[in-house]
């Protein structure tokens, strides 16, 4: 059987009869951030539009891109929309917010919310949880392209640890970022690192230097002192995506803490004594 990864569907939505997208919706696909504000305008916006033209939404393949006429409609005042931006952090966010909308809208019915698989091909049911160490949060940083995504991987580390210990944060959504970063202003820059190949970065650990020599003598400790949590950033988006999403990162670093060099780990090539890499 030919997984629907592999497939290319159409999809159409009446965004008129079913536009409105609620928090518990929207937290059911993986944040844990407040409906977004810019993504909430942009589904107005294209209920409006559809309701105009009479016409349903309608999608195809992966990502919940607009198809047919409606989309070429859509793409041109879009782009109206964005030209006429004149500030390039407000470009940026529209184009994080109307990424994430199409997929939100696309997906809808159609992917698992847990998952992001095809429903027929949900796994859910073969995905244990399981508990992480009270000491470390991961936040997926996520670039937009990359939201919803079936073939992501990313969503495994919420699916597994839980929405607590593996956050996700979409690149460009302001209320995402603003959650992920109060989180990192409150613990300290010393217990923030990204995981990024940084090698301009004169500040660079390793994984045991992150944790120190006794990390796994005391990997099940029962240690809640949360202002102890090692925040770590994972970045999920192409190579070239991740280099800005890097550079925002280290952006609001500097204006956080005034020193844009964000420390990052570099995972030795051998075999660790704590992880095993594929």
């Given amino acids: 059987m030919t997984s629907s990864i592999l497939r290319s569907h159409t999809r159409e ?3 008129c009869d079913e536009g409105i997208i609620s928090v518990e919706e929207w937290r059911k696909w993986g944040p844990v951030s407040p409906f977004p504000s810019a993504v909430k305008q942009i589904v107005d916006d294209l ?4 309701c105009k033209l009479d016409s349903p939404i309608d999608f195809g393949g992966n990502g919940g891109k607009l198809q047919g006429p409606f989309g070429a409609y859509e793409d041109k005042k879009h782009r109206a929309t964005y030209e006429a931006l004149d500030d390039p952090e407000k470009k940026f966010r529209f184009f994080s917010a109307r990424q994430v ?7 809808r019915g159609y992917l698992c919310q847990k998952c992001w698989l095809a429903m027929e091909d949900c796994m859910c049911s073969y995905v244990k949880p399981c508990g992480l160490w009270k000491r ?3 936040w997926l940083y996520m670039h937009p392209r990359d939201f919803l995504r079936q073939n992501n991987t990313g969503k495994l580390l919420w699916q597994i640890f839980g929405v607590q210990s593996a956050t996700l944060c979409v690149f460009g959504i302001a209320e995402d970022e603003e959650i992920m970063w109060n989180e990192f202003k409150r613990a300290g820059k010393s217990q923030v690192r990204c995981l990024y190949p940084n090698h301009n970065s004169e500040v660079t650990f390793s994984v045991k230097d992150a944790f120190g020599s006794s990390a796994s003598e005391n990997h099940v400790s029962s240690t809640t002192d949360e202002d102890k949590t090692l925040h770590f950033i994972l970045l999920d988006g192409t190579w070239n995506n991740s280099a800005a999403m890097l550079k925002r990162l280290k952006d609001h670093a ?3 803490w005034g020193d844009e060099d964000l420390p990052c780990i570099s995972l030795a090539t051998g075999a660790s004594a704590m ?3 594929r």
């Fill in 101 to 107: 909308a199409c997929r939100l809208l696309g997906s």
């Fill in 254 to 256: 500097k204006s956080v």
């Fill in 13 to 15: 939505f009446d965004v």
């Fill in 136 to 138: 470390i949060r991961f």
């Fill in 275 to 277: 992880h095993k890499l």
């Fill in 47 to 50: 209920k409006v539009l559809e």
